[in-house]
Each structure stands twice: as structure tokens, then as C-alpha cells.
Nanobody
Framework: QVQLVESGGDLVHPGGSLRLSCTAS????????IGWFRQAPGLGRQGVSC????????YYAHGVQGRFSISRDNAKNTVYLQMNNLKPEDTAIYFC????????????????????WGQGTQVTVSS
């Protein structure tokens, strides 16, 4: 069965850190660009970050630059999102998505069109 599974979401205090994982089964991630998105209650889906197949291209939304870091471990078929200095406004369900089209991850990231989506993991930042 082809699927993406996110994990690592939790309840943390402001200023805390989390590492989200996005693991593929049924296919290998090494030929896919990966994007992370989030959706807070009552709001639309928001792009967070993306990483290209070659790893040399990454992109971060303005509000997470300097706090979040995306990486991939193709041997583990997993992409990570390290989130530091978390803020209450980071509270959302976080989704990862995979697509093989385009020359860089930003091609899919800006349109939101991906072949595969995960089910999401909840991140709550609260004191």
C-alpha cells in the first residue's frame, strides 16, 4: 500500500522543539520532492517548507525561516522537519506531501499539487 505517514507531533510549551517525520511506504522517496504544509483550525492550508530530490534546494515560509529545518534521509525513506523555538501560532495539523514533477520542490510547493499526501500529525504549542 502506497502511503505517507507523519509522526512526531505533540503538545509542547512555547520555545520548545519537535522533530516531525514523514515516512513513505510502498514507494521510495528518493525520486520525490517533499513539501510540508500545515492547517490551523478555521484556516486554510499553509505551506511551511519543501526539499528537492537533490537536497540542494530547500524553501521555507517567511514565518518559520530560522526556526525550522527540513532534511531527508533517503536510506530511511524519511523526510524530517526540525522545529525549534515553537510559538503558539505554529499550532496546526502538519502534513507532508510528495511529488516527482518539476525541476525543484518549489514547483509543487507553490501550487499545492502533489501525488501523495499524508494524514497529518497534530502540533500544539501552548503554555
Amino acid at each position: 500500500q502506497v502511503q505517507l505517514v507523519e509522526s512526531g507531533g505533540d503538545l509542547v510549551h512555547p520555545g520548545g522543539s519537535l522533530r516531525l517525520s514523514c515516512t513513505a511506504s510502498g514507494f521510495t522517496l528518493d525520486s520525490y520532492h517533499i513539501g510540508w504544509f500545515r492547517q490551523a483550525p478555521g484556516l486554510g492550508r499553509q505551506g511551511v517548507s519543501c526539499i528537492s530530490v537533490s537536497k540542494d534546494t530547500t524553501y521555507y515560509a517567511h514565518g518559520v525561516q530560522g526556526r525550522f529545518s527540513i532534511s531527508r534521509d533517503n536510506a530511511k525513506n524519511t523526510v524530517y522537519l526540525q522545529m525549534n523555538n515553537l510559538k503558539p501560532e505554529d499550532t496546526a495539523i502538519y502534513f507532508c506531501a510528495a511529488d516527482s514533477g518539476g525541476s525543484s520542490c518549489y514547483d509543487s510547493y507553490r501550487t499545492g499539487f502533489y501525488k501523495y499526501w499524508g494524514q497529518g500529525t497534530q502540533v500544539t504549542v501552548s503554555s
